[in-house]
């Protein structure tokens, strides 16, 4: 076990990849506080931007300066554009982006000289998928927050970076706001698309693998202003730099969008 005791925030602790680092942090012996809707520490939504300011006011009156925070947060929405419900795709926006940017607002102020930001971000925020709109701009906003975000805090050693998973094997896609209301124009593409199938979870990262590299990322001297995770995930990265937008759009809509017309392998 580590000697010195960090204290580290981290949002959406209570599930997922957040519990799994909030448990591999704690296994080191630093005080982990977990705010999320059902947190031992702070059960708060984090769309709520008030309560969440006097959350972290309250941190610092009872903890001190904090070591890291760590944004995991969000959850996911899926559902034809046209078709879904205007206060579900601000409800997306509020989770996910806000949630993640008042968190960082609220922790700058009260982090050590040499703190960490780690803003958990997703592989679609970097390649947009059909029927999951909102999810893909709700999380490539965050991260070119995060990207923003480093380099206000350049002349400073408070070190931040965005890290992007792929699909790893948690309840993140059970719980995901599901909406297959269609018309004429999809079909049963939508349900085909974006329903969770055997076949494709079984492809999908085991949690415990997820939650050591980013573990491992947490820990690094020096962050990178962004990390990838999943082999696939890098390589769609590569040939999104190699390769036109036209292509890429493509091949991704080619991938991920289920033609009702075809027959479907599941």
């Known amino acids: 076990m580590r000697i010195e005791k960090r204290t580290?925030?981290?949002?959406?602790?209570?599930?997922?990849?957040?519990?799994?680092?909030?448990e591999k942090f704690e296994k080191l012996g630093d005080k982990v506080i977990d705010i999320s809707l059902s947190g031992k520490d702070y059960a708060i939504d984090v769309a709520d931007h008030k309560k969440l300011k006097s959350t972290f006011d309250d941190i610092l009156l009872n903890y001190g300066e904090i070591d890291m925070l760590i944004t995991c947060a969000g959850y996911?929405?899926?559902?034809?554009?046209?078709?879904?419900?205007?206060s579900d795709t601000k409800k997306?926006?509020?989770?996910?982006?806000?949630?993640t940017a008042n968190a960082c607002k609220y922790a700058i102020p009260m982090m050590k000289k040499n703190g960490k930001i780690v803003i958990i971000s997703s592989a679609a925020g970097l390649f947009p998928l059909p029927f999951k709109a909102y999810y893909c701009a709700s999380k490539s906003a965050v991260d070119s927050f995060a990207h923003s975000l480093r380099m206000e805090l350049s002349h400073t050693n408070i070190q931040?970076?965005?890290?992007c998973p792929?699909?790893?094997?948690?309840?993140?896609?059970?719980?995901?706001?599901?909406?297959?209301?269609t018309n004429e124009r999809y079909g049963n593409s939508i349900e085909l698309s974006t329903k969770p199938t055997e076949k494709t979870e079984s492809r999908r990262m085991k949690p415990e693998n997820a939650i050591k590299k980013l573990h491992k990322i947490?820990?690094?001297?020096?962050?990178?202003?962004?990390?990838?995770?999943?082999?696939?995930?890098?390589?769609?990265?590569?040939?999104?730099?190699a390769l036109t937008d036209n292509f890429m759009t493509k091949t991704l809509t080619r991938i991920f969008y289920k033609n009702p017309n075809k027959k479907q392998k599941v």
């Open 92 to 99: 997306q926006f509020e989770v996910n982006f806000f949630g």
């Open 8 to 22: 580290i925030v981290i949002t959406g602790a209570s599930s997922g990849l957040g519990l799994g680092l909030k």
């Open 218 to 241: 947490c820990e690094k001297k020096h962050l990178k202003p962004r990390y990838i995770i999943g082999k696939q995930y890098k390589f769609f990265n590569f040939c999104r730099k």
């Open 160 to 163: 931040v970076t965005s890290i």
């Open 76 to 86: 996911g929405l899926s559902g034809a554009v046209e078709l879904l419900k205007e």
């Open 166 to 181: 792929g699909d790893i094997r948690t309840n993140f896609s059970n719980n995901r706001v599901k909406n297959y209301e």
